[in-house]
């Protein structure tokens, strides 16, 4: 078995910051992980940080500072080619949706299977599906420009678990939804948990995460506070990230994820050795 | 497989999709090719004309001296060593004599007084025929002008000179109208194939998003361009032909075209032509999905 086998964990964030000019601190230090087919909720206020985390994990932004894995893969090693593979694996519902407004919404939701070289067959069969599944069947030939908000919400939250993903990235997937297409879209996305699919979900909604054994982490201002699992939450038990992540770990992950950071910790003090004495130093 | 249809299907949506604003390129490309194939097709036949006019080119030597054998064969050994030749003929002062007394015919009588070797000997040189004999010619005749013991290299200079020089025009158009071909052909489809991806600059964005590979992207714009040349060379190249069958049944064996045959282009030649059209269009969206899609 090769180590990325080995792993628990489908997401792990060791000491991560981004400042955006001129100096905004989106995240600061934050240590995050999120164990396969897990299903994890990022909370908190707007502009505390959740999206920028999501952008990163899927690679269109990228820390400053800190050490970030997906699926086992360290994304700041990753070539291009690398990437674009781990990203055919993630399936992210964009809090914009990014949908081509001019195309069908099966030709939306057909755009991510295509990328992986889906059959025609596989593809028309799991778009008619899926549209039945968010109660879009009547859509299907619709152009996307012409959805209401919540339609094209749905659309982009169909395109995104399509291709059968291993973890699934849903930015605010129910903030234009009502209660019922709400259920749909959170029945969906069990569905595919319980197949495997890892879940980070940022949202505001708390109505949405009650679902027994999901992990809660809020974020503010960049950091992590108190990160729940819903059951705890229940019983009123806030904990730590840091003390919360192995109560949700096999051992192995966690001592894992130990040697990760006593390695992340080196590299950080070897840098700040180098920079202090300008040459190379040995860890 | 599975990439190759992939590939495929997406070029021939995008070529569905952005048709319109595909065809000013297309036009493009069709004058382009057009114009080069015509002066090209001038030229080759031009060449070939050329070629039937000099089947009885040959460079006359005239020599101060007879040569003996030694010398025959370093007058041989020198000019075979400047040039092909089809054939080097000695002739001597009395061959020279007895041939110019054959084409006096009736009045060969005025030979009578006139010592029999009053002409001087001579080499006929039969240079090999290519296409460009005649601007070999020249330079030929003028070594062979320098050579020790020649008194004077003779052959048709007049009409030579002029066939070369309009040789020359063409072989300068032609030039021209292949440079024509690659700047317009290349930048026209650059352009083109530029305009398309930034009216689909979210859609490429998407497809990065979701995690198409570099040549998933890539692929269906060269082959767009591909498509585009072979169809505006194809277009262009019927044209021409239109034209060159036109003009053969309009003025065949009428004044100077009726002197000689043309013909159009052999089919490896056309395919060369399509080919480089390809080629040069799949050039142009190269270069522009690399100046935009920085993959």
Known sequence: ?283 | MKFLFAVLSQTWRNIIETWRSQLLSLVTITLSVLIFAFFYLVYMNALHAGDLLNNDLRLIVYLEEQPDPALQEEYRHKIEKFDQVEKIDFVSRLAAYDRFKEQLNENQDVLQEIPHDFLPASIEIYPKRSLDTLSRIKLFSEYLQSLPGVLKVQYGREWVDRFYSFIQLLRIIVFLSGALLILTTSFMMAHSIRLTMLNRKKELELLRLVGASAHYIRVPFFLEGAILGAIGAGIGLGALYFLFSWIELRFSGQGVPGMFSFSFFSGPSVAVIIVLAMLLCAGGSFTSTRKILYL
Do not use: W
């Open chain 1, 1 to 283: 078995m090769t180590s990325e086998e080995n792993s628990q964990a489908m997401i792990d964030l060791i000491r991560v910051s981004k400042v955006y000019p001129p100096d905004i601190q989106a995240l600061a230090d934050i240590s995050l992980r999120v164990d396969k087919g897990e299903i994890c909720y990022l909370t908190g206020m707007s502009g505390a940080g959740k999206t920028t985390l999501l952008r990163m994990l899927c690679g269109i932004d990228t820390p400053d500072r800190g050490y970030i894995e997906v699926a086992g893969k360290e994304l700041s090693k990753l070539s291009s080619a690398e990437m674009q593979d781990l990203r055919r694996s993630i399936g992210v519902a964009y809090q914009d949706f990014k949908l081509l407004p001019e195309k069908t919404v099966a030709q939306n939701i057909a755009f991510s299977m295509e990328v992986a070289y889906r059959s025609r067959s596989f593809i028309q069969h799991r778009t008619r599906k899926l549209l039945s599944r968010l109660a879009l069947s009547d859509k299907m030939n619709t152009q996307a420009a012409k959805l209401s908000r919540g339609e094209q919400q749905r659309v982009a939250i169909a395109r995104a678990v399509a291709n059968d993903p291993v973890l699934v990235l849903a930015d605010e997937p129910t903030g234009n939804l009502d209660s019922d297409t709400t259920e749909l879209v959170m029945e969906l996305f069990y569905e595919y948990n319980e197949k495997g699919t890892t879940l980070l979900i940022a949202t505001h909604d708390h109505s949405i995460y009650n679902y027994p054994g999901s992990k809660v982490v809020t974020i503010e201002q960049g950091q992590v506070i108190p990160a729940q699992h819903t059951q705890e939450n229940q019983d009123g038990n806030a904990r730590d990230e840091n003390q919360s992540v192995p109560l949700s770990s096999s051992q192995k992950g966690s001592q894992e994820r130990s040697q990760k950071e006593e390695l992340y910790q080196q590299l950080v003090i070897k840098d700040g050795l180098e920079a202090v004495m300008g040459k190379e130093v040995e860890v």
